[in-house]
């Protein structure tokens, strides 16, 4: 290559670089723009619909120690930073000698950036940067964390392998398989967990949703149609979805994220989403336990209720996979510390 061709080239490499704007003020100019327009649902390209709080999160940079009270949409101060109820909680599963994995689903808007509107490229380099920072901040206090980023990104070369769904706010079947293996992997690998028979078929099929985002819209696009693999067993009556196990070693724990494409009606269907997937990698069902509402705060308070209620409901489990949107870190009402109830043994008295 002629030293005229090489120049030329990192000339070019250098204007798409100069022309290119930062996410992270990309999100803060978009979110004040709808904010402005009073419209719950930004528009991107090619019929792509974004959360503006989704973009609200890119856009605050980092979230963590003294900065968090400034950037959290936390009610109170003291509950702005996510770390030590995140550390605190893994200490209180520890005690019952139960391993935490933490799944932190990354941001829609930082993974699928290029859909966000606008002529000018995108630079995600800071907004990236923030959202591994806080990942290996997790694993240097002890944490067992998954980083999904890469390979999101890795995956949304394919059209046909998007990680998101385009009209909704939830991540779609190829992230949802992504993470089933990677958490699959870390049980086994670490012992905290035997594989089980398995015995389980998966079915794929091809749906029709109406995404959350999508509703909210006046002028709607055209629907959105995903393929997913419905997970279950063969039996004499046919395909049998498969029942989460209360009795399972692993409870899946979180909002939203953990019941989409596993629990059916408005959230588009039954028998394909994260406990399903999880279950078929790891041979055995798993309990669940999700929220509509938020993963941060809510999902812990729901498992503290119930193992007051049945201590020998956690004495039985072995692993807490916690899965929740990493936009809840910054836009959840709070991160307090929720206690999990001692093993009996350490209970006073």
Known sequence: MSLARLLLIVAAGLAVSASA???VDRCARLVEEAKSRDESVIRGKDDWLFLPSDLRH????????????K????????EADPLPAILDFREGLAAHDIELVLVPVPPKALVHHAKLPGETATDPTAARATHLEFLKLLRESGLTVLDLLPELESLRADPKRAPYCRSDTHWAGPAIELAAEQTAKQLLDTKALEAGPG???AEPRTITIEGDLWRELEERPAQEQLTLDFIGTKTDAGFE??????ESPVLVLGDSHVLVFSVGADLHAKGAGLPEQLARRLGRRVDVLGVRGSGATPARISLFRKARRDPSWLAGKRAVVWCFTARELTQASGWRKVPVPPPPSSEPG
Do not use: I, Y
Not at 58 to 69: D, K, L, S
Not at 71 to 78: E, F, M
């Open 58 to 69: 890119v856009a605050a940079g980092p979230f963590w120690g003294e900065n968090a009270a």
């Open 21 to 23: 704007e930062e996410l």
């Open 199 to 201: 015995g389980f078929v």
């Open 71 to 78: 950037v959290s949409r936390a009610r109170k101060p003291a």
């Open 241 to 246: 979805p498969l029942a989460s196990d209360p």
